[in-house]
Every structure is written in C-alpha cells, then in structure tokens.
C-alpha cells in the first residue's frame, strides 16, 4: 500500500501529508490510528499526538516552533495554532562534531577550461560587465550585436548583465557593487571580458582597476563610453579580440576537485526539506569528499538552524565566524525595525512552511554532513576546498548572484513552487515534487519528487552527480541557459544620492 504520510525523525510530534486529506480520514502510526479532524493539503503537517500550549512542535528531531494553543491528534499543524520560538541575537557555546565525510580517493574528471592562471571554468563564454547602470542599453545592443556576429561552436555566448548600481553609492554600497562585479571579472566561466564604464560614475574604470587587481590584459578590456566617439564601433573592434582570445581554449580533461557549486532555495515548499535539499546534501558530501567545493548562503535561513552547522565548524576560528555570521545579520533586521523570524513567503506557508525554524531546518540539509571550512563575507570568493557559509540575504536574485560571485561554477536551486530566474552561472533547477517537474518542463532541470516516490536516496545521488558532471562538461546544458533566464542583482543597504 502506498504511503500516505511520512515521519521524518522519531522524535517528531507531526506527520508530513504526502496528500490532500479530508476531514475523516485517518492514517495508522504503529497501533494508533489517528483520525484527521479538518482538510489538511499535502505538503502540510498533521499532529500525531496533543501538543499542550508552548509546547514545542517538533519536525526534524528538532523544534520547529511552539502551539499557540492545544493542538489534538489529527489536528492540521500550520501558522494558525504554531508560534515561532526564535529572538535575537544569542549566545553560542563551541560543541565540536567529527564530520561524517571523508576524502577519497578519485580519478574523476570532467571536461573544462584550464585558464592561464590555472583556474578553470565550464564554460567558454565572454561577459559584458558595465562599471555603471546608466549604460545597460549600450551594452545590451553591443552583447546582441556580437551574439549575431560571432556565432562559433568554440564561444558559448555573449552575455551582458545589468544593474542599477555604481554611481550614487556611499561607503558599503559602493564597495559591494565593486566587489560583485570584480569577482564576475575573474570568474573563470568568462574565457574573456569586456568592461565597460560611462566616465563620471563613482566606480569609474581607474578606480574600479583598484578593486579587480592584477588581471590578463589579454582577456580583460576596458572602454570608458564618454570617450569614445561611437562606442559601439569601438566596443565591437574590442569584442573582435576578445573573440580570437576566447577562441583559443579547449575542453580537457580536469579533476572533479575543481568543481565548486552553489547551493540554494526558493520557492520552497513542505517538501524541500524532505526531497531535493537533502538530494543536494549528499551531493555535497559526495563531491567534497572527491575533494570538490560548496558554498551555502541565506543567511536568514539559517535562523533556528545555526548550531547544526556551528557543530561542525572545522575548529573554534570558525564556529565564531558562523556565530558572528549569524548575530550580525539578525542585527541588521533589527537595525531596521525588523523581526529576525519574519521569513516565510505567502508562497512558502501556502506549501506547507510555517516558521522560520522549519525552513532553516529543512536549508540547512542542502549543507550535508560536511565540515564548515570557512565563512564569507558577502562579496567574497572561496579560497578553501570543502563546504562554505557565505553572508547573504534569501532573496533568490541576490543570493545567486553572490554565490555565482563566490567563484561557483554552478548553482544548483531546489524548488517547490518554481520560479524561472537564473544566474550568470548554469543554475540547476530541482523540484522538490513531480507535479511541479511535470508542469513546468522549461523550469525545471531535475525531479527530485521521486524520492517519496519509493526512489533510493543513494541511486538518485548517484544519477545527480553523474548529470552534473556532464552539465560541467558541456554535454547538456540548463533551462536558464537555453532560455536565456541569466541575471544578476546586488544588495543595497544604505542611502544612495
């Protein structure tokens, strides 16, 4: 008979609904047949047993919240009867863990791009980056002029990405918008870049050279618009030499401990936390321990969540920097008036999360069971091999962004609702339900809904990996590539003039 509900840890005092139940029905745990009480959506919580009021409901092994009220047997568990248990800022005590992953011994190689440098990148694409939002359009009309003109098996696309930023910033703002461009500078997927600056912008091309560093004068060049007398005309004899630059890279056989991956959701929904972000842990895991990298955000979302991964920290260095991670963006919702624990979307709740607890719990499976190697700052790229935290909000644009920034080659972005945004970098969509895999085709990269569908956990991971190997190596690419879903957005805190 097939499975109607799911208990995820034994100690949990609810059930999760694998589908609509109606008022009447019941379902059999052990001895005890428990009788729904009113409609419960799949996806959303049914009550196992009474839950006295401020008692803590508990999923995951882990509180998720405590009843406003006496919650029944039968009763359906959601914001109506369930309060938060999160505050401000805590204190931590430093409980180190043994990681559970270790490092094997491998062969495996994908097929990418060896830079000069040595970096490598899985794509032979060249970027457009502007200094400033005031010349999108120009550089917009320069990316499709070459996309038409350059049309070679060798070039995987010519791309721009605009944005609203570089001049009218102050002090945080400014440098987070230099960083973020300087970083899709080097990002070695961009086999060659063409910068392009207004003349009068705050982030002018002399100051932003500071922030970029050394760079190939090869493979970087700059055009500063108000300069030039057709911009255009000067853009496009650039681009032909960018072009003839991209040209001289092949595909070669790397060592999978290259690869370094994103790791995201949005649009979560109940079954996030059961599916496609534990299918993305064991990821992780597998390809850390193939001596690989990757790097988890939403710093929001690990609210509630926060002292599994503090556990492990590979020493106390770090578990503080994941303690400062932490506190010090739980005082910026409050440095604005905001609650800490007001994350759940309309569209999150709808799908079955109803605090923040529950979805950081169920986020922070994307991690696996990986040693915390370091911890970003937002802007920053990863220099240690193994899983890192970055700073940064849950919004799905700007998250993206920042890990893309990070160095990922790869973002992968589990969903339950579904959205069609991609990043500069191939973002993987997993669903974590078929039905969204099966509506939305030109979304959706990979089914991760299989799991509560009788699927082995360890044949899916295994089928994953092997899909993004080839996704690394250029042997089928993502939706948000085929569609052209490539975007990039930057945070902002401050004033701008």
């Known amino acids: 008979m097939e499975s109607t509900y799911i208990i995820v840890n034994e100690l949990d005092n609810v059930a999760f609904a694998l589908k609509d139940f109606q008022k009447g029905e019941s379902i059999q745990v052990n001895d005890n047949e428990i009788f729904v009480n009113k409609v419960i959506p799949a ?46 800022t805590l204190e931590y005590t430093y409980n180190p863990k043994t990681s559970s992953v ?38 917009e009309i320069v990316a499709k002029m070459a996309s038409d003109q350059y049309k070679d098996e060798k070039l995987d696309g010519v791309y721009h990405y605009p944005h609203l930023f570089g001049c009218s910033q102050l002090g945080d703002d400014l440098h987070n918008t230099q960083k973020i461009l300087s970083n899709l500078v080097h990002h070695p997927n961009a086999a060659a870049i063409l910068v392009m600056g207004l003349g009068c912008e705050n982030n002018y091309i002399e100051e932003f050279k500071k922030v970029i560093g050394k760079y190939n004068e090869n493979r970087v060049k700059f055009l500063e618009v108000q300069a030039a007398e057709d911009e255009i005309e000067e853009a496009m004899k650039l681009m032909d030499e960018l072009v003839i ?20 959701c949005g649009g979560s929904d109940g079954y996030s936390g059961i599916t496609a972000n534990p299918l993305l842990g064991a990821f992780s895991d597998k390809l850390i321990s193939h001596g690989g990298s990757t790097v988890l955000t939403e710093t929001p979302e690990l609210f509630g969540a926060e002292q599994i991964l503090m556990e492990r920290a590979k020493d106390e260095q770090t578990f503080t920097k994941i303690v400062d991670l932490v506190n010090d963006f739980k005082e910026y919702f409050m440095k604005h008036g905001q609650n800490v624990y007001e994350n759940p979307s309309p569209g999150n709740k709808k ?71 991609g990043g500069p970098v191939p973002t993987v969509k997993i669903s974590t339900n078929s039905a969204l895999y099966n509506k939305k085709k030109n979304w959706i990269d990979f089914n991760a809904g299989v ?42 805190d401050g004033v701008i003039l």
């Open 43 to 88: 996806g959303h919580k049914i009550a196992l047993n009474t839950i006295q009021e401020n008692e803590n409901v508990i999923k995951y092994g882990y509180p998720i919240g405590s009843a406003k009220e006496t919650i029944y047997a039968g009763d359906w568990v959601h914001t109506h009867n369930v309060k938060t248990n999160l505050e401000g």
């Open 102 to 139: 270790k490092k094997i011994s491998t062969e495996r190689t994908f097929n990418g791009y060896v830079r000069e440098n040595g970096d490598v990148g899985i794509r032979n694409e060249i970027w457009i980056i502007n200094t400033v939002g005031c010349i999108n359009k120009t550089c």
């Open 245 to 264: 630059y991209a040209k001289s890279f092949e595909r070669q056989p790397v060592p999978v401990s290259k690869l370094k991956v994103g790791l995201k």
């Open 351 to 421: 799908g079955g999360i109803t605090t923040l607890e529950e979805k950081s719990l169920g986020n922070v499976q994307k991690g696996g069971f990986a040693e915390v190697v370091d911890v970003l700052p937002y802007g920053s790229r990863m220099q240690k091999t193994g899983l890192n935290l970055l700073q940064g909000p849950g919004n799905d644009l700007v998250s993206v962004t920042a890990l893309a920034a990070s160095g990922a080659h790869i973002v992968l972005f589990t969903t339950g609702r579904g959205t069609p945004f």
């Open 451 to 492: 799991l509560v569908e009788g699927k082995d956990k360890g044949e899916l991971t295994d089928e994953f990996f092997e899909y993004i190997l080839q996704l690394a190596s250029g042997e089928v690419r993502t939706n948000n590539e085929k569609f052209g879903f490539k975007e990039i957005s930057i945070f902002k």
